[in-house]
């Protein structure tokens, strides 16, 4: 396996992860995630998996019918029975509650309305294969998401960043022991993530091959398998170049022989080493936000904006399946584009 492209490893992992979930799950289940294959992603199956694990638990709970029964013996002709009274007793269990650990478990609005999604997505899989008789999932109400503010990094912000990096005179004593070592990685890491919007998860999927400085650009994949080429400027050329002269020095570990961008320890970084590392060096130029890699997708995608003021380009380079994602994320830069436009066209020449 370790020979396998990065993304196609990722997946094998997740298939196996999802099937030992399913041993949780009430056996008819199976048949449910076999029919959303094709049209999911890995990572997506096992958010539902979860997701109805918590859903089967809250019945063995709080529902004296199912108290009875165990797992294995839930058949898919008990959904029937239930009511969208039951779902919304579901939706209010969910706020609040005790998992099996036994440790308190909260939920804001988004988090309830993912996992109503989740138990939505079940039962409208039975019911149009007619498995079902009912959908009461489908009368259910999803609670009111109120928007979330966006937080980016300002340009000055954005220096600053890319400047305590490469200086690391903030940093602790102790991770200024290790600041030399991974200075040039950092950099370019960072400069990447600011220079092309990608995700973190595209990021550490990559591979050396990946990059194309003759044509300026990186070979990604996309969630749900698509392949795309993203462009970069001469910034991330020139921090790119200087990493990889360090990085071919450099024995990896079985296994990470391909991956660009290495940890200490000589294995392919990982997503959480990437978000510790950005928190690092986000604390120290901007404290009161909480700066995130995805915060610097998004500094990315109002920067591109801002210079295009072409949405659909932006959702394009993003990999936004649906403009109205990019919309939603980009709306008062809008507004603001709209305001300067006021006087963009003149009725009358002026005297």
């Not at 008819?28 to 638990?57: H, M, N, Q, W």
């Not at 600053?160 to 070592?181: I, M, P």
Request: charged share 35%; net charge neutral.
């Amino acid at each position: 396996m370790k020979n396998l492209p990065y993304h196609e490893q990722k997946d094998i992992e997740n298939v196996k992860k999802l099937r030992k979930l399913m041993e949780e799950l009430p056996p008819f289940c199976k048949e449910f995630f076999r029919g959303i294959e094709p049209r999911t992603s890995s990572r997506t199956r096992i958010a539902y998996a979860y997701d109805l694990t918590v859903f089967f638990d809250f019945l063995k709970k709080e529902n004296p019918y199912f108290a009875k029964l165990d797992r294995s013996s839930i058949r898919l002709e008990h959904m029937d029975q239930l009511t969208v009274t039951d779902l919304e007793e579901y939706m209010e269990y969910l706020k609040y509650h005790f998992n099996e650990a036994n440790q308190e478990v909260t939920n804001k609005e988004r988090g309830i309305m993912r996992k109503i999604s989740s138990l939505k997505s079940f039962y409208n899989y039975f019911f149009r294969n007619e498995k079902l008789t009912s959908n009461p999932a489908a009368l259910v109400q999803l609670p009111k998401l109120h928007e979330k503010e966006i937080i980016r990094l300002d340009i000055d912000e954005v220096a600053a960043l890319l400047d305590a990096v490469e200086q690391g005179d903030d940093l602790t004593d102790r991770q200024k022991a290790f600041h030399n070592r991974t200075k040039n990685r950092d950099l370019a890491l960072l400069t990447l993530l600011l220079g092309t919007g990608i995700r973190v998860s595209e990021c550490v999927g990559l591979d050396i091959d990946d990059v194309d400085f003759k044509n300026g650009g990186i070979h990604i994949h996309r969630k749900g398998g698509k392949e795309v080429t993203v462009y970069f400027g001469t910034e991330v050329e020139d921090a790119l170049q200087d990493y990889l002269d360090e990085r071919f020095g450099i024995d990896p570990m079985p296994g990470s022989e391909q991956a660009l961008f290495l940890s200490l320890q000589r294995k392919r970084i990982t997503v959480r080493s990437v978000e510790n590392l950005v928190k690092k060096y986000a604390k120290l130029v901007t404290p009161l936000k909480k700066i995130t890699p995805h915060k610097l997708r998004s500094t990315y995608g109002t920067n591109l904006y801002r210079e295009t003021g072409d949405i659909y380009l932006v959702a394009d380079v993003l990999g936004h399946s649906d403009v109205n994602t990019t919309k939603k994320h980009y709306a008062a830069l809008e507004d603001e584009r709209r305001r300067s436009a006021r006087n963009a066209v003149r009725l009358r020449e002026k005297e």
